[in-house]
Every structure is written in structure tokens, then in C-alpha cells.
């Protein structure tokens, strides 16, 4: 069982920065990979990036490639979204969520998920 507990989204101008939050509640998560989804309003959720717990090796979509970073703190067991050169059409509810095992693109594989934080990005 994973609890997660997302924070740090904001209101921000366009091409400011912003850093998401992911804190998760296990014992270890050596077999799981970290998530990041978005939902904009009347849209369906969307992958942003993931993390391998273990390797730390990550993926991107490829509307926040260049712009994005996920990281993790293994002391804290928190992942990080850095978000830089925001963007109006960045504006979502970010959600962090926790699958065992590799990295997938697709939210109904991820078992576990924070309650979401939203970000609004102004033009």
C-alpha cells in the first residue's frame, strides 16, 4: 500500500517555474515507478512523466520535454516536478501516482494516487 501526498501547485505567469511535490508513504519503493498526470478542465488525464524509483530513469511527454524534470529524494521518499517556461496551456490538475515495477503512459495501470494539486499558469 502507497500513500501519496501531492502539493506545491500555484497560480504563476507564463514562462515562470513551479515545483510539484510528490510525498509517498511506503516502506520502500524500490519496485515502483513515480508518476505524473494532468487533467485540464473537460479533457482526459495525460501522462507528463514518470520516474524508476530504483534506476531513477525517467520519461517525458513530449509537450513538457526540455521544459520539465522529475527527480526523486530517496531519504524522503518524495519525487519532485520541476516545472520551468510554463506555459497557459500547462494549466491542469497535477496528479502524482505510483505503479510497481516499470514506467507505462497509462494512468489506469497506476494503482496508487495523490489527490491532486492544481496549477494555473496566466498569460
Do not use: H
Not at 2 to 24: E, K, Y
Not at 81 to 97: F, G, H
Not at 99 to 113: E, L, N, P
Request: charged share 15%; aromatic share 12%; hydrophobic share 35%.
Amino acid at each position: 500500500q502507497v500513500q501519496l501526498v501531492d502539493s506545491g501547485g500555484g497560480l504563476v505567469q507564463a514562462g515562470g517555474s513551479l515545483r510539484l511535490s510528490c510525498a509517498a508513504s511506503s516502506r520502500t519503493l524500490i519496485n515502483y515507478s513515480l508518476g505524473w498526470f494532468r487533467q485540464a478542465p473537460g479533457q482526459e488525464r495525460e501522462f507528463v512523466g514518470a520516474i524508476t524509483w530504483a534506476a531513477g530513469r525517467t520519461s517525458y511527454a513530449d509537450s513538457v520535454k526540455g521544459r520539465f524534470t522529475i527527480s526523486r529524494d530517496n531519504a524522503k521518499n518524495t519525487v519532485y516536478l520541476q516545472m520551468n517556461s510554463l506555459k497557459p496551456e500547462d494549466t491542469a490538475v497535477y496528479y502524482c501516482a505510483a505503479k510497481v515495477y516499470s514506467v507505462s503512459t497509462r494512468d489506469w495501470m497506476y494503482a496508487y494516487w495523490g489527490q491532486g494539486t492544481q496549477v494555473t499558469v496566466s498569460s
